[in-house]
């Protein structure tokens, strides 16, 4: 069973800079397209951002500009760079992807904390 696990959050002070990835472990897959969800505490999950098949990159507004989603499709990763970071994007951040098989996200990592105090 194909699983994804996340890692580099941590604590970090206003703009500073945190990397984030996003390895698959368990069966080999072919990803199509892997994105990146957020949730603070007391809010709804949302999408940062997503990456496609061919690379194309898509952000939430609250991150344009700070944050670069990337990937390696020959060893099946994703990274989220994040950059001039806010408190604001305090939150425990998952990762996600799906196969052409799949109409949406069906993947899951278990997600990485990400907290941005002074």
């Known amino acids: 069973q194909v699983q994804l696990v996340e890692s580099g959050g941590g604590l970090v002070h206003p703009g500073g800079s945190l990397r984030l990835s996003c390895v698959a472990s368990?069966?080999?897959?072919?990803?199509?397209?892997m994105g990146w969800y957020r949730q603070a505490p007391g809010k709804q999950r949302e999408l940062v951002a997503t990456?496609?098949?061919?690379?194309?990159?898509n952000y939430t507004d609250a991150v344009k500009g700070r944050f670069t989603i990337s990937r390696d499709k020959a060893k099946n990763t994703a990274f989220l760079q994040m950059n001039n970071l806010k408190p604001e994007d305090t939150a425990v951040y998952y990762c996600?992807?799906?196969?052409?098989?799949?109409?949406?996200?069906?993947?899951w990592g278990q997600g990485t904390q990400v907290t941005v105090s002074s």
């Open positions: 368990g069966s080999i897959v072919r990803f199509y397209s």
């Open positions: 990456i496609s098949n061919g690379g194309s990159p």
């Open positions: 996600t992807a799906h196969r052409m098989t799949e109409s949406s996200w069906y993947y």
